[in-house]
């Protein structure tokens, strides 16, 4: 049975990682012989001055991406961030939270033919939607899933890009759906779990992925400030601007090796 490929990207956190990756990505296809290329990039674009409702993705930023090679770009709560939102759901490339109601664009997305069927799916947890996020409200997670696993979309290898604040979530949702799905990977976190797992049934299963974009300020990659003052009770209507971390640049990542539509070995990439 022939075998395909493909890596995961967790956040691309501001425009200088979008760049950065999209330059990256084609040494890293060669280098690991990649079929296919899934980038989430719902912080790729700064578009305010609140971490809540100020990144997204802009046109400049998936265009770096996909110049670069990436096949299908994933998104999360920030997707609805920035003036570029219409615009960037428009993309053949970018998928959406599927749970939620939006008429625009897509959240599943289907690439190739025979043995190389990829089929990508984005969820949104509900419990990633903070105050003053601009996402609409997300549905149920099962009750979305098993509305999807119903519908016939589902086709090939399929991936699924969970994006919650949760790992136990995500663990409960790769247990639930093992041997479904080829991969269960979660987003929005940013700071990457370690572990890549490879569950009884097949599906290959990594809580956070991680960041694309420059270290710094506990694995989130822009100054939590606003957060933190917000969890204390504080005023944050003085504060300037977020600030995105200036450390090195990092890429968190896993590889799914699969066949039959079944995950047949994980490992996770952690570049610099
Ligand atoms: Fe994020
Ligand atoms: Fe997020």
């Not at 599943?108 to 089929?119: A, H, K, P, Q, S």
């Not at 929005?188 to 974009?213: N, Q, R, S, Y």
């Amino acid at each position: 049975m022939e075998q395909m490929r493909v890596m995961t990207v967790g956040d691309v956190v501001g425009p200088e990682a979008a760049a950065w990756l999209g330059a990256r990505l084609p040494e890293l296809r060669a280098e690991y012989e990649l079929d296919w290329i899934v980038v989430n990039a719902e912080n790729a674009a700064v578009t305010g001055p609140l971490p809540q409702n100020g990144f997204g993705t802009t046109r400049k930023e998936l265009d770096a991406l996909i110049a670069g090679g990436a096949d299908v770009i994933t998104g999360g709560n920030h997707s609805w961030d920035g003036p570029e939102v219409a615009e960037s759901f428009a993309y053949p490339q970018v998928v959406r939270p599927l749970n939620v109601r939006e008429t625009r664009g897509k959240g599943v997305l289907t690439l190739g033919e025979g043995d190389r069927t990829l089929t990508v799916v984005n969820l949104l947890s509900p419990g990633a939607v903070g105050k003053g996020c601009l996402a609409p409200a997300p549905t149920d997670l099962w009750d979305a899933w098993t509305e999807l696993a119903g519908s016939g979309l589902l086709r090939g290898a399929v991936v699924v890009d969970l994006h919650s604040g949760s790992p136990s979530e995500k663990a409960w949702f790769s247990g639930a759906v093992d041997g479904q799905v080829a991969a269960v990977v979660g987003t929005h976190t940013h700071d990457g779990t370690i572990h890549a797992h490879l569950l009884p049934g097949g599906t290959g299963f990594v809580a956070e992925l991680g960041m694309a974009g420059r270290s710094g300020f506990s694995g989130y990659g822009f100054d939590p400030i606003h957060f933190v003052k917000e969890f204390r009770g504080e005023d944050t209507s003085s504060l300037p601007p977020f600030q995105l971390a200036t450390g090195d640049f990092t890429l968190g990542a896993a590889i799914f090796d699969i066949a039959g539509g079944l995950t047949t070995s994980v490992v996770r990439v952690d570049a610099d």
